[in-house]
């Protein structure tokens, strides 16, 4: 009676241990894939706000005139007719 206890706790260990072994790594693979998910959802939510932030330059940039003018001479460096450009270097 005693062996056959026994012999059932051992076969029980190695089916524990064997199903242990085939899914540690499905469980692993599954914790490196939430932390993808995760790490990108993260950056999901970034860009939604950097859209955001562009829709609304955008719109200013369509409804306000000295707004797109500002714009046109930051980024372009646009002058207006007679305005003159003076770069100072420093060394």
């Keep these: ?3 056959g206890v ?3 706790m051992a076969i ?7 199903c242990g072994i ?3 790594p499905s469980f692993s693979k ?3 894939l939430k932390e993808k998910e995760r790490f990108l959802s993260r950056r999901i939510d970034s ?9 609304k330059e955008e719109n200013l940039a369509k ?4 707004y797109r003018e500002f714009i046109l001479r930051k980024n372009l460096g646009l002058l207006k007719e007679g305005e003159y450009l ?3 270097e420093r060394k």
Excluded: C, H, T, Y
């Design 1 to 3: 009676m005693v062996i």
């Design 6 to 8: 026994v012999r059932f």
């Design 12 to 18: 029980s260990f190695l089916i524990i241990l064997g």
């Design 22 to 24: 085939i899914l540690f």
């Design 30 to 32: 599954l914790r490196e």
């Design 47 to 55: 860009l939604k706000q950097k859209i955001e932030e562009l829709e």
């Design 63 to 66: 409804s306000d005139p000295n």
């Design 86 to 88: 003076i770069k100072i």
